[in-house]
């Protein structure tokens, strides 16, 4: 079946250690989207991918930053983890962007633990 | 941005009752959707539905665009229903970022 998987599901780092989470897909989908979510609360969009075209949202930290060397990876970095950088970490896909192209495939996520 | 708002925030039911749960948005929306986020983190799309109505299974959805509202009907709740409820929605008018409410928390017990 065709789907999002992200690895590793649990990531345990220390503080300040730089940490990468992945993510690949099998859908061909042009975009690929990184959100953050922490306990009790929606998902929080960091950045996504157009094909290569980087689009960062306005109040991501500078501390993550994301790599799509193909179509099918997309990679999550974190440059020196904090405490609060603690959560879960989604990757999703879409077909394309605007009317009809925009329906979310996600993956099951990875678990951030900073110690 | 657009602004999105679930009801009710918390639900507890009894298996094989049915519910329905809202989603309220701010402005014409071409993109709202509805997903299921598991006790295990995963989040599942259960619906694309900017407007109409759709039906899969047990689950149905409803969208109201003119009124900016949607609503997601469950049938017969099991307990595999159990989770956290989000519907999602953007504007139109080129990219416009998906903007998740704040989830219903749905609770079945046997």
């Known amino acids: 079946d065709a789907m999002v998987i992200q690895n590793p599901r649990y990531q345990v780092t220390q503080f300040g250690k730089p940490v990468t989470l992945s993510c690949s897909q099998t859908l061909n989908h042009n975009v690929m989207y990184w959100y953050q979510q922490k306990s009790s609360q929606a998902p929080k969009l960091l950045f996504h991918?157009?094909?290569?075209?980087?689009?960062n949202e306005a109040d991501t930290p500078d501390n993550f930053q994301s790599r799509r060397p193909n179509t099918s990876f997309c990679f999550l970095d974190i440059r020196s983890p904090g405490l609060g950088d603690a959560a879960m970490y989604l990757c999703?896909?879409?077909?394309?962007?605007?009317?009809?192209?925009?329906?979310?495939?996600f993956g099951s996520g990875t678990q951030l633990s900073v110690l | 941005g657009i602004q999105v708002e679930q009801s009710p925030p918390d639900l507890i039911l009894q298996e094989g009752a049915n519910s329905t749960l809202r989603c309220n948005f701010s402005d014409s929306v071409n993109n709202l959707q509805w997903f299921h986020q598991n006790p295990w983190g995963q989040l599942i799309n259960l619906f694309y539905i900017p407007s109409g109505t759709k039906q899969n299974g047990r689950l149905s959805a409803t969208t109201v665009a003119t009124e900016r509202y949607s609503l997601l009907y469950i049938s017969s709740s099991q307990t595999t229903d159990s989770g956290v409820y989000f519907c999602a929605a953007s504007r139109g008018g080129g990219y416009q970022k998906v903007t998740f409410g704040t989830g219903t928390k749905l609770q079945v017990i046997p």
């Open positions: 999703a896909t879409s077909r394309g962007l605007g009317p009809g192209n925009e329906k979310l495939f």
């Open positions: 991918y157009y094909d290569k075209d980087f689009n």
